[in-house]
């Protein structure tokens, strides 16, 4: 088999999981960080499947489990950014890089900070020391996604709540100097007004 068809055969099982296949390949001198078109390697295939079995056997195998694709994914960023809390525990363990950014220009938490993913929050609060004052390339930091960037409902509030339980700046403002309590009332967001008011917001 020409190498280039070893790598695709190999990208392939990722993909679907099958961890004999990539043992097989791997004894063959894949290299196990080659990537495709998208710039996707087997781990991050293999992430993107759900297939955390093969994850785990990559990262025994040596993966570079940092290496990006073309939108700025890798196994860690995607699951922040999709609410996969097993995959983001499996590459914290693993220790990925936090510091890495989305297309957006944030860190993990900021976007599972906007969408909503209150266990993956939760996660990156209590086992890591990720950045929660990240500003990403808009200006906006993790707090002000969560606020405006969704309903400003239950899983917002307390997404809010966790990010002020671990030192999240409340009067951090934006590129446009607007603070995250301005934010809440231009919204109608209530309950947040009332959250960041207790924090110590003006």
Not at 135 to 148: H, Q
């Amino acid at each position: 088999m020409a190498d280039n068809q070893l790598v695709q055969s190999f990208l392939a099982a990722a993909s679907e999981g099958d961890i004999a296949a990539l043992q097989n390949y791997v004894a063959q001198g894949v290299d196990i960080n080659a990537r495709n078109k998208q710039k996707r390697t087997a781990i991050l295939l293999a992430a993107m499947n759900d297939h955390y079995n093969a994850v785990e056997y990559l990262i025994e195998a040596g993966a570079d489990i940092d290496l990006q694709d073309e939108t700025c994914f890798n196994p860690f960023l995607y699951g922040c950014i999709n609410g996969k809390l097993e995959l983001v525990k499996l590459m914290v363990k693993a220790g990925t890089n936090l510091e890495l950014l989305t297309r957006f220009g944030g860190v993990g938490i900021t976007p599972a900070c906007e969408k909503g993913h209150v266990e993956i929050v939760r996660e990156l609060l209590t086992t890591t020391d990720i950045n929660v004052n990240h500003t990403n390339f808009v200006g906006w930091t993790p707090l002000i996604e969560a606020i405006i960037l969704n309903d400003g409902g239950e899983r917002q509030q307390t997404i809010i709540k966790l990010l002020i339980e671990h030192g999240v700046n409340v009067n951090m403002v934006d590129k446009y100097g607007v603070t995250p309590l301005t934010l809440a009332r231009q919204k109608g967001f209530k309950e947040i007004e009332q959250i960041l008011l207790d924090a110590g917001a003006c």
